[in-house]
C-alpha cells in the first residue's frame, strides 16, 4: 500500500512550524527510501496539536501532534507511516474527543480535503448543492435558505434568506454578491480556516448566491492580513473557471458567474458592509447612511447582497441536504450551527463547530480545558472588540443569539477570547476605546471625538484620579456612543467598556457595586 | 535610467493594466505598494490623472488606510499584533520587548533600516497568540524568548 502523509497548510499551523515538519518529512522519507505521498491538508482546527500530521491507514486516519521537527527521526523509528505508537500518538483522527463532539455542517471537509483540489472537493461532496440549484427556480434557491433558518454569521444575525429575496425581487440589470472576508474580530479566524482550507465551499456559496438572486459578479473582499487566504482562493478560483464552474455558462446551465479579490487595507471598519463597499468603489471607507439598503442600492448603487464568509460558506450544504436538514439544529431562533473559535488564554484553543444551545461553560472547560495558563479565567470577550466581557456569574448562558442579547452580551462571529486573573479589565476598557477611536472612519462625532476622550478619562481611573467624576464622565461618554453612533463601531464599544466597569469595578478602583451600577 | 523615471514607469504599467476595473484604486494602490513597498507621493498625479479623481482624493484614501504607506519602509516591516487574544497571552509584554529589542517605537524603522515595526489588530492567529507578520509570514506563540531568533532567521529570507 502506497503512503499517504497528512501535513496541514493552514497559516496557523505554518506560524508554528507546519513547513518545517513537511520538509523535515519529505526529507527523512528520502533518506530511508520511503515512498510516500505528502499532502498539505487544511487544519481540522485542533490547534494545540498542531502542527499534527496524519497518515492514512486501513482503519482510517490516525495522528500524531504536536509535532516538531525535532520528532521526526523518532516518528520513523517508530514506524508512524504505518500507524505504529509513539509519544506523540493520537489515535484515530475522528476519535479525538474534541472533534467528534462536533457537529461539522460548514466545515465538513476542513483539514480532510488538499484545499485546492478540485477533485478532492468533488469527491467529498463539493458541487452537489450547485448542481441541486441549478435545477430549481430562484425563488425557491431563496425558499431553501429561508427555511434553513441560517441567519448572518458575520455579527447581526439577520436572516439571509430575507436579505436575499429583497434582492432578487428588485429588478436591475446589474446585480452583486459581495462576501464579506473582512474578519477583523479579534479571537476570530473562521473565515480564515474556510478560505485557506476549503476555497471552493465559499466560491460554491456564492456561485447559488448569484443564480438565485440574478447577479452575475461576485467580490470576495478580503484583509489584507491574509495573504494565504489570497493565495488559495486565486488558485481555487483559477482552477473553478477552468472547469466551468465559473464564468459565462456554469455547467452548461447557460448562466453566469464571475468572482473576483479584492483586497482590503487595513481598516477595521471597511468591515461594516456599507464602509467595505466605499472601499471596494476605490473610496475612503466612510460609513453610508442607511436606507437605502444595500440589497436595494448596494455597489455603484445596485441590488447587492452582502453576506460573511461563514454565511456564504453554509449555503452549499443547505442545498444540497435541504433547509429542512440545516434548520434541525440549533434553538430558539438561532438555526444550525456555529463555528467557535477558542481563542486568548485557553488550554484546547480551536475551531469548534456546534449546534447553537451549547453553554459557554461547556465550550471553555469541556473544549477549551480552561486556561493555558492553568489560573482560573476570569473574563471572556465573545463577539470580537464590540463585545461584551462576561464575567464567570454568566458562563451559563447558551450559545444563542437571543439569550445573549437579554444579558447584554453579543455572539457576533462566533470569537471566544479567554483572560485569566492577570488580566486587568480597566486596562482592557481603556484599549477598547483606543481601538475605536484608531478605527472610527470619522463620521460621527461622538464615536471620532468621543473615543479619544474615552481613554483620556480611562487613563485618568487607572491613574486613580477623581473617580468621583472620572467614572460618571465615563458613563456618559459611553451613553453618548450608544445613542449617538451611525453604525456599530461606536455604537457598541460601549459594551466591552461598560461590562467591564459592571462586573469588574475594583479594577477600575470602585468597590460600591451600587455607585457602579447603570 | 533614474531612480525616478524607474519608479514612474513601474507606476505608469500598473495604471495601465488595472485602470478599467471597477473601483480601480484600490488594486492600483496594492499593486504600487507591493512593487515598490510604499505609496511614493510622486505617484499620486499619475494615479489621479488616469482615474480622474483630484489628488486630495487620492491622497484622502491613502491616508485613511492604516495599510498603505507614503514612505519606503525598512527592508522587512514586522506586524505585531495588537488585539485582544494576544494581549490574554501576554502581547503587552512582547510589545515591550520588541520595541526595545529594536530600538524604535510602531511607525518607525531601524537606523539600519532593516526592520519597521507596525501595530495590527489580528492576525486571526489568535489560536497561538501571541502573533505577527513578517512579509508574508506569519509567526505564532511569539515570546520574549524566540522573538530574536524569529527575526535573525526573516532576515537570511529577506
Ligand atoms: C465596525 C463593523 C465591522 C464589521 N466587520 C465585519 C467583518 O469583518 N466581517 C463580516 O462578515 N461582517 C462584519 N460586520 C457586519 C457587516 O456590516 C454585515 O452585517 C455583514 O457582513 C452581513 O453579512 P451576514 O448577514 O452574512 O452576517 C461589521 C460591522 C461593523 C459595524
Ligand atoms: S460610529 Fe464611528 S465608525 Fe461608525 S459611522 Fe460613526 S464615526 Fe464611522
Ligand atoms: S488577536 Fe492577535 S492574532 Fe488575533
Given at each position: 500500500m502506497s503512503i499517504t502523509i497528512y501535513v496541514p497548510c493552514d497559516s496557523t499551523a505554518v506560524s508554528i512550524g507546519a513547513d518545517r515538519v513537511a520538509k523535515a518529512i519529505y526529507q527523512e522519507a528520502q533518506k530511508r527510501n520511503i515512498t510516500i505521498q505528502l499532502i498539505r491538508n487544511g487544519s481540522r482546527g485542533l490547534y494545540w496539536l498542531e502542527p499534527m500530521v496524519e497518515v492514512l491507514t486501513a482503519e482510517g486516519r490516525k495522528a500524531y501532534g504536536p509535532v516538531q521537527v525535532s520528532d521526526v527521526t523518532s516518528l520513523f523509528d517508530a514506524n508512524f507511516v504505518n500507524g505504529g505508537e509513539h509519544p506523540l500518538y493520537l489515535g484515530l483522527t475522528e476519535e479525538i474527543e474534541y472533534l467528534k463532539k462536533q457537529q461539522r455542517l460548514t466545515f465538513a471537509r476542513i483539514g480532510i480535503t488538499d484545499p485546492i483540489s478540485l477533485e478532492d472537493y468533488i469527491s467529498h461532496e463539493g458541487y452537489q448543492g450547485l448542481s441541486n440549484a441549478l435545477k430549481l427556480s430562484q425563488a425557491d434557491i431563496v425558499k431553501a435558505v429561508t427555511d434553513s433558518g441560517l441567519r448572518g454569521r458575520g455579527g447581526a444575525a439577520f436572516p439571509t434568506g430575507i436579505k436575499w429575496n429583497t434582492v432578487l425581487n428588485t429588478p436591475s440589470e446589474q446585480k452583486y454578491i459581495i462576501c464579506n472576508a473582512d474578519e477583523g474580530d479579534s479571537g476570530t479566524f473562521s473565515d480564515r480556516m474556510v478560505m485557506e482550507s476549503d476555497p471552493f465551499v465559499l466560491i460554491e456559496g456564492m456561485t447559488i448566491a448569484g443564480i438565485a438572486v440574478g447577479a452575475t459578479q461576485g467580490y470576495i473582499y478580503l484583509r489584507v492580513e491574509y495573504p494565504h487566504a489570497h493565495k488559495a482562493l486565486n488558485a481555487a478560483i483559477e482552477k473553478a473557471y477552468a472547469s466551468g464552474y465559473l464564468g459565462d455558462n456554469?455547467?452548461?446551465?447557460?448562466?453566469?458567474?464571475?468572482?473576483?479579490?479584492?483586497?482590503?487595507?487595513?481598516?477595521?471598519?471597511?468591515?461594516?458592509?456599507?464602509?467595505?463597499?466605499?472601499?471596494?468603489?476605490?473610496?475612503?471607507?466612510?460609513?453610508?447612511?442607511?436606507?437605502?439598503?444595500?440589497?436595494?442600492?448596494?455597489?455603484?448603487?445596485?441590488?447587492?447582497?452582502?453576506?460573511?464568509?461563514?454565511?456564504?460558506?453554509?449555503?452549499?450544504?443547505?442545498?444540497?441536504?435541504?433547509?429542512?436538514?440545516?434548520?434541525?439544529?440549533?434553538?430558539?431562533?438561532?438555526?444550525?450551527?456555529?463555528?467557535?473559535?477558542?481563542?486568548?488564554?485557553?488550554?484546547?484553543?480551536?475551531?469548534?463547530?456546534?449546534?447553537?444551545?451549547?453553554?459557554?461553560?461547556?465550550?471553555?472547560?469541556?473544549?477549551?480545558?480552561?486556561?493555558?495558563?492553568?489560573?482560573?479565567?476570569?473574563?471572556?470577550?465573545?463577539?470580537?472588540?464590540?463585545?461584551?466581557?462576561?464575567?464567570?456569574?454568566?458562563?451559563?448562558?447558551?450559545?444563542?443569539?437571543?439569550?445573549?442579547?437579554?444579558?447584554?452580551?453579543?455572539?457576533?462571529?462566533?470569537?471566544?477570547?479567554?483572560?485569566?486573573?492577570?488580566?486587568?479589565?480597566?486596562?482592557?476598557?481603556?484599549?477598547?476605546?483606543?481601538?475605536?477611536?484608531?478605527?472610527?472612519?470619522?463620521?460621527?462625532?461622538?464615536?471620532?471625538?468621543?473615543?479619544?476622550?474615552?481613554?483620556?478619562?480611562?487613563?485618568?481611573?487607572?491613574?486613580?484620579?477623581?473617580?468621583?467624576?472620572?467614572?460618571?464622565?465615563?458613563?456618559?461618554?459611553?451613553?453618548?456612543?450608544?445613542?449617538?453612533?451611525?453604525?456599530?463601531?461606536?455604537?457598541?464599544?460601549?459594551?466591552?467598556?461598560?461590562?467591564?466597569?459592571?462586573?469588574?469595578?475594583?479594577?477600575f478602583g470602585v468597590d460600591d457595586q451600587a455607585n457602579t451600577a447603570v | 535610467m533614474t531612480e525616478l523615471n524607474a519608479m514612474e514607469t513601474i507606476v505608469q504599467d500598473i495604471i495601465a493594466a488595472l485602470k478599467d476595473k471597477p473601483g480601480a484604486l484600490l488594486p492600483i494602490l496594492h499593486a504600487v505598494q507591493d512593487k515598490l513597498g510604499y505609496v511614493p507621493s510622486e505617484s499620486v498625479p499619475a494615479i489621479a490623472k488616469a482615474l480622474n479623481l483630484s489628488r486630495a482624493e487620492v491622497h484622502g484614501v491613502i491616508s485613511f488606510y492604516h495599510y498603505f504607506r507614503d514612505t519606503a519602509p525598512g527592508k522587512q516591516t514586522i506586524h505585531l499584533c495588537r488585539a485582544e487574544s494576544c494581549q490574554a497571552m501576554g502581547g503587552k509584554k512582547l510589545e515591550v520587548h520588541v520595541k526595545s529589542t529594536l530600538g524604535i517605537d510602531y511607525h518607525e524603522t531601524t537606523a539600519d533600516g532593516k526592520f519597521s515595526l507596525e501595530p495590527v489588530y489580528c492576525l486571526g492567529n489568535c489560536a497561538c497568540s501571541p502573533a505577527m507578520q513578517i512579509g508574508h509570514e506569519i509567526y505564532g506563540r511569539v515570546s520574549a524568548d524566540n522573538f530574536e531568533s524569529i527575526i535573525t532567521q526573516a532576515e537570511d529570507i529577506a
Open positions: 456554469i455547467q452548461g446551465s447557460g448562466k453566469t458567474f464571475n468572482l473576483e479579490v479584492r483586497l482590503g487595507a487595513g481598516a477595521y471598519v471597511c468591515g461594516e458592509e456599507t464602509s467595505l463597499m466605499e472601499s471596494l468603489e476605490g473610496k475612503r471607507g466612510l460609513v453610508r447612511f442607511k436606507p437605502p439598503l444595500p440589497a436595494i442600492s448596494g455597489l455603484f448603487g445596485k441590488p447587492t447582497v452582502v453576506n460573511n464568509v461563514i454565511s456564504l460558506a453554509s449555503v452549499p450544504i443547505i442545498l444540497d441536504k435541504g433547509g429542512d436538514y440545516y434548520r434541525d439544529f440549533g434553538m430558539g431562533r438561532s438555526r444550525g450551527t456555529l463555528p467557535l473559535q477558542l481563542a486568548g488564554n485557553l488550554k484546547h484553543t480551536g475551531l469548534v463547530e456546534v449546534a447553537f444551545g451549547m453553554t459557554l461553560r461547556e465550550l471553555l472547560y469541556d473544549f477549551g480545558g480552561g486556561s493555558a495558563t492553568g489560573r482560573p479565567i476570569k473574563a471572556v470577550q465573545v463577539g470580537g472588540p464590540l463585545g461584551s466581557y462576561l464575567p464567570e456569574s454568566q458562563f451559563d448562558t447558551p450559545l444563542d443569539y437571543e439569550a445573549f442579547a437579554a444579558n447584554w452580551t453579543v455572539l457576533g462571529h462566533g470569537g471566544v477570547v479567554a483572560f485569566d486573573d492577570t488580566a486587568n479589565m480597566a486596562e482592557l476598557a481603556r484599549y477598547n476605546m483606543e481601538f475605536c477611536a484608531a478605527e472610527s472612519c470619522g463620521k460621527c462625532t461622538p464615536c471620532r471625538i468621543g473615543s479619544t476622550r474615552g481613554y483620556e478619562v480611562m487613563d485618568e481611573i487607572i491613574a486613580g484620579h477623581a473617580l468621583d467624576k472620572n467614572i460618571p464622565l465615563l458613563r456618559d461618554l459611553c451613553n453618548t456612543l450608544l445613542n449617538g453612533s451611525l453604525c456599530a463601531l461606536g455604537g457598541m464599544t460601549p459594551y466591552p467598556v461598560l461590562s467591564a466597569l459592571n462586573h469588574f469595578p475594583k479594577d | -
